[in-house]
């Protein structure tokens, strides 16, 4: 698909935001953000919204994920008019909503090349990408700057859990044996509004403070071992740099209190081991209810200048 610049529309009839529910199989992206001839999510969305539209349309993203990284619950936003939003239906008595799911499920196996499977089973295929939902939100509405969290998961089986290859493009095989209440003492130091500058990917002019709100690990029934992970907000490769430097603690290669020395010292180096990026998952982004994202919009981007 050629690349196009994106384009909002004319103000004629209005403008309406739409919310976009998307998951995706991040194995074969290089990550959300549109590169000029990789492969990405936004790309492949941004493209079928142009076989929608008949025109460039641009995306907001809620979180933007690395290469490689999965979704279930990222969240984007794109502007229409209202002509476009009631033509997604071409005329038909469906609802706006419905429609345009219907037909971005078409643009993006059309996108991927995702054709139906004649095999034994006669099933299509599912996508890489999926749009799950979408509908009309407040003009205020910004899927990056509304938001109250990020939540994400990383699956890890050790070797008390084994190797299931039916899990391996979504959980990382460790070597060793893990301890859980290791790993959790060490994540504990990590809690509250803190500078990660030492797990984070520097970038210019912005800010490695974030509150990390939860951090925890669990072994479930089957011994796969899983981190949630919560921020208000995530710097570059920041979950990664965490989930590697505390696997460390779990192995007891480290005492708890390495990670809170680490981070006390705001330096990144040769120990901020990045853990595998096919593990991770974006799973959930919270915004506050639809009379209040305006002002949380507005509050996330002031506090984002002031860290500066």
């Given amino acids: 698909m050629t690349s196009h610049e994106p384009t909002l529309p004319g103000r004629d009839g209005g403008l309406l935001r739409i919310r976009l529910d998307i998951a995706y199989d991040g194995t074969a992206f290089s990550g959300w953000a549109r590169q000029p001839g990789l492969p990405t999510v936004q790309g492949v969305l941004e493209d079928a919204l142009l076989l929608v539209l008949g025109r460039p349309a641009r995306l907001t993203v809620g979180g933007r994920t690395d290469a ?5 619950g990222q969240v984007a936003h794109v502007d229409l008019t209202t002509a476009e939003w009631n033509g997604v239906a071409r005329g038909r008595a469906v609802d706006p909503a419905r429609a ?6 078409g643009a993006v196996n059309r996108i991927l090349n995702d054709t139906a499977d004649q ?9 890489a990408v999926v749009v799950r939902s979408a509908g009309v939100v ?40 893990l301890d859980v209440a290791l790993l959790n003492d060490g994540a504990a130091h990590l809690l509250g509004v803190q500078d990660f500058a030492a797990f984070c990917k520097a970038r210019e002019g912005a800010t490695t403070i974030r509150e990390l709100q939860r951090y925890e690990f669990v072994r479930g029934p089957d011994g796969v071992i899983t981190a949630q992970v919560q921020a208000d907000a995530f710097c570059h490769s920041m979950v990664r740099a965490l989930i590697g430097s505390t696997l460390r603690v779990g192995a007891g290669e480290k005492p708890p209190t390495w ?9 990144k180096d040769a120990r901020s081991i990045l853990a595998a990026a096919h593990p991770l998952v974006l799973e959930e982004i919270s915004y506050p209810p639809d009379a209040e994202v305006g002002a949380r919009a507005e509050l996330t981007r002031a506090r984002r200048t002031a860290e500066r």
Avoid: C, K, N
């Avoid at 509405?141 to 938001?147: H, L, Q």
């Avoid at 990670?259 to 330096?267: G, I």
């Fill in 259 to 267: 990670l809170a020395e680490r981070l006390a010292a705001r330096v």
């Fill in 100 to 105: 345009l799911l219907r037909r971005m499920s």
């Fill in 119 to 127: 095999g034994r089973s006669g099933r299509r295929r599912v996508p």
């Fill in 138 to 177: 407040p003009e205020a509405f910004d899927a990056r700057f509304s938001a109250l969290w990020r939540r994400y998961s990383y699956a890890i089986a050790d070797i008390d859990a084994g190797q299931d290859p039916l899990r391996r493009t979504t959980t990382l095989w460790y070597p060793g044996a």
């Fill in 68 to 72: 490689g990284v999965h979704a279930r």
